[in-house]
Every structure is written in structure tokens, then in C-alpha cells.
């Protein structure tokens, strides 16, 4: 999940007749991102990593591998959904390096997915 500064006006208001104006920052000046995982048994968020920037396979993998799974049991089954960046090769490797399994959901299925309603 990522948030940014950057800011749109859809609507706005002035008397019949006259032009609605507002300053507004048509720029993007920083973005902040967030990456976790929740344990559906215990109800908890867990490995959370916030940082600037987008999230992309790189930092996806490095969160999977230095924060996610170091805090899973083996044979853990991890529910992703099909975002880009949740399939890598490097991805399957470190899933099986820490003996977790990767479990992904059918494409479209947002209401399958257990951290869509945290």
C-alpha cells in the first residue's frame, strides 16, 4: 500500500457564472509506502516495513526474505495475491529456503484475500 502528497481538486464552488479556482499541488513530492503481512490466526499485522518510494520485485522480495519470513514457522502457507512483484523466481526461493508455502489467489478475487479486511 502506498500513499502520496500529491493532491486533485474534482469539485469546487463559486457563485453562478464565475470560475471555481484553488491552488492545488499538481506535483508529486515524496511517497510513502508500507509492505506487511498478517497472521490471520492471532488477528495480528506483522513483519511491517515502511519506507519511501514504490514497491517494485526488489524490495518485495528483500521484505520477504529479512522481515516476513523470519517470523513464520516452517511450513507456513502465505495467501498473496497477483500483484507483479509477488512473483519471482527469487521469490520461490526464499519461500523455499524458509520451508513457507506460497499460496496465490485466483486473479480478481480481492474478497479472498484475508489483509483486504484489516
Known amino acids: 500500500m502506498g500513499c502520496d502528497n500529491k493532491l486533485s481538486i474534482l469539485r469546487g464552488w463559486s457563485l453562478i457564472g464565475e470560475p471555481s479556482y484553488g491552488e492545488v499541488l499538481a506535483y508529486q513530492t515524496q511517497r510513502r509506502s ?7 490466526a492471532d488477528k495480528k499485522i506483522i513483519a511491517l516495513l515502511e519506507y519511501s518510494g514504490y514497491t517494485n520485485t526488489e524490495i518485495f522480495n528483500q521484505w520477504f526474505e529479512e522481515h516476513l519470513c523470519p517470523s513464520l514457522k516452517p511450513k507456513t502457507t502465505i495467501v498473496m495475491d497477483n500483484a507483479s512483484f509477488h512473483k519471482s523466481s527469487k521469490l520461490i526461493e526464499i519461500a523455499n529456503k524458509f520451508d513457507v508455502q ?6 480478481y478475487s480481492p474478497d479472498l484475500n484475508p489483509i483486504e479486511k484489516v
Open 34 to 40: 508500507i509492505v506487511a503481512g498478517y497472521n490471520y
Open 102 to 107: 506460497i499460496l496465490y489467489l485466483p486473479p
